[in-house]
C-alpha cells in the first residue's frame, strides 16, 4: 500500500522523487487534477488528503486510484500486487489500486479477488450465453408487490455501446437483434429510456429501421428520461444534472413515476448497458413494491454476467439509494420511497396510479 489513514486525513506516498506524478482515481473521475499533484520530500514524493475528499467508490465498490506519471501518460507500475488490493481499470485492462477506510477481512480481500477476475471475463461467442435473456441483459424486475411479467430491464435495444471494442464489436449487432425480439416476445407496451434525450432519440429513430421498438416510440410509448452514470451513483442526494441534456436524479425519478403512472404496462427500462442508471431506477422501484435487499441485489448484480469486461458492485447501489432515501431505505422500502416522493412533491394521484399499474 501507498497509503496510511489518520484521523481524517489519508497520506499518500511514493518512494521516487519525481515532479510529474499525480494521485488520479475514482475521486478526480480519472482526471489530472493540480490538487491531487505529489510534492517532492527529502525521501521521495507525498501527498495528503481529507478523507472526503477521496472518498468515492468505483465499480468495485471501493475507492480506486493510480499514481499517475504525466510525463509518460502512464500509471506508474506497482509491485508486487496484493491479494484484494486491486481491481481491473476497465479502461486498459490494467489495475487499479484500492483504498480501503477501514481494514479490509481476508474474507473481503477473498471476495475481491474473485469480483477482479470475474471483471476481466469477455464473452465475445454467442455459444457463450446461456439464452437470449443474458445475450441482452433482459430480465424481469421483481420483488414484494411486483406483478409477474410486468416490469423488464435490458440492455439498449437500438444504440450498440461497444461497437468500437476489438473483442465485442461483432457480437454487439447479436446483443441488439435479441434485445429487440425480446421486448417483441413479452409484448412491451411502454420504456422508459434513461440514455437518449428527446433530441438524440429523435434523431435515432428516423433513420432506425421498422421494428417493434420504432412503433412504441412512434405511438408515444417510449418516455426518454436520460440520467447520466454519474448523476444515479453519486449525485442522488441532490437535483443537479451532469449533462445539460439529462436530468438531475430528483427529476429522473419524477419523470420515471410519470412514465409509468400516464402508461400502460408491460414496462421496460433500459440504458446503454442496463446496468446502472436502468439498476438504480429499477431498484427504486423495487423498494416502492416492497422488495427485500436480497432480491434487489439479486436482480441488480446479474449484470456481471454480461461479459463485457467490467463489474459493478452492489456497493455502487447501495450508496446511491441510501444517499437518496436514507440508511433504513432497504429495512422499509416503501415507506422510504413515498416519503422521498412527496418530498419531491409528486402527487398522490400520480403514485397511486404509478403502484396500480406495477403492483399485484
Avoid at 489495475?95 to 471476495?111: A, G, I, T, W, Y
Avoid at 453519486?234 to 438531475?248: K, V
Wanted: glycine fraction near 6%; charge should be neutral; charged fraction near 20%.
Amino acid at each position: 500500500m501507498h497509503y496510511k489513514i489518520k484521523n481524517n486525513q489519508v497520506e499518500f506516498v511514493f518512494p521516487v522523487k519525481r515532479e510529474s506524478l499525480y494521485l488520479k482515481g475514482t475521486f478526480t473521475n480519472w482526471q489530472v487534477d493540480e490538487a491531487f499533484r505529489f510534492e517532492n520530500r527529502k525521501n521521495g514524493c507525498q501527498l495528503i488528503k481529507k478523507i472526503d475528499e477521496v472518498n468515492k467508490i468505483g465499480n468495485s465498490g471501493f475507492i480506486e486510484y493510480v499514481i499517475w506519471d504525466d510525463d509518460v501518460q502512464a500509471p506508474v507500475e506497482i509491485a508486487p500486487l496484493q491479494t484484494g488490493h486491486y481491481f481491473n481499470n476497465q479502461s486498459n485492462g490494467g489495475f487499479n489500486q484500492l483504498l480501503f477506510l477501514n481494514p479490509p477481512s481476508q474474507r473481503q480481500l477473498q471476495e475481491i479477488s474473485k469480483a477482479s477476475e470475474q471483471s476481466f471475463l469477455i464473452k465475445n461467442q454467442i455459444e457463450q450465453f446461456a439464452s437470449n435473456s443474458e445475450l441482452a441483459n433482459f430480465r424481469a424486475v421483481t420483488g414484494g408487490q411486483l406483478k409477474p411479467g410486468g416490469l423488464y430491464r435490458s440492455y439498449h435495444p437500438v444504440t450498440p455501446s461497444r461497437s468500437h471494442h476489438a473483442e465485442l464489436k461483432t457480437i454487439e449487432p447479436l446483443r441488439q437483434a435479441a434485445a429487440m425480439s425480446l421486448i417483441e416476445e413479452h409484448r412491451i407496451q411502454s420504456v422508459v429510456n434513461l440514455s437518449d434525450s428527446e433530441q438524440v432519440l429523435v434523431h435515432a429513430m428516423a433513420s432506425a429501421p421498422d421494428s417493434y421498438y420504432k412503433r412504441c416510440w412512434q405511438h408515444g410509448h417510449v418516455y426518454s428520461v436520460p440520467v447520466a452514470y454519474e448523476t444515479v451513483y453519486f449525485m442522488s442526494d441532490c437535483n443537479q444534472a451532469l449533462n445539460n441534456d439529462e436530468l438531475g436524479f430528483q427529476d429522473g425519478i419524477r419523470g420515471l413515476i410519470r412514465a409509468i403512472a400516464c402508461s400502460q404496462g408491460p414496462y421496460l427500462v433500459h440504458c446503454r448497458l442496463g446496468s446502472d442508471r436502468t439498476g438504480v431506477m429499477c431498484a427504486f422501484l423495487q423498494l416502492m413494491a416492497g422488495a427485500s435487499k436480497q432480491q434487489i441485489a439479486d436482480n441488480y448484480l446479474m449484470t456481471n454476467q454480461l461479459g463485457i469486461g467490467e463489474y459493478r458492485s452492489f456497493r455502487l447501489l447501495e450508496r446511491a439509494l441510501t444517499a437518496a432515501l436514507g440508511e433504513a431505505c432497504f429495512s422499509d422500502g416503501i415507506d422510504a420511497t413515498t416519503i422521498y416522493m412527496k418530498r419531491l412533491d409528486i402527487s398522490d394521484k400520480l403514485i397511486k396510479q404509478a403502484r396500480t399499474n406495477l403492483f399485484s
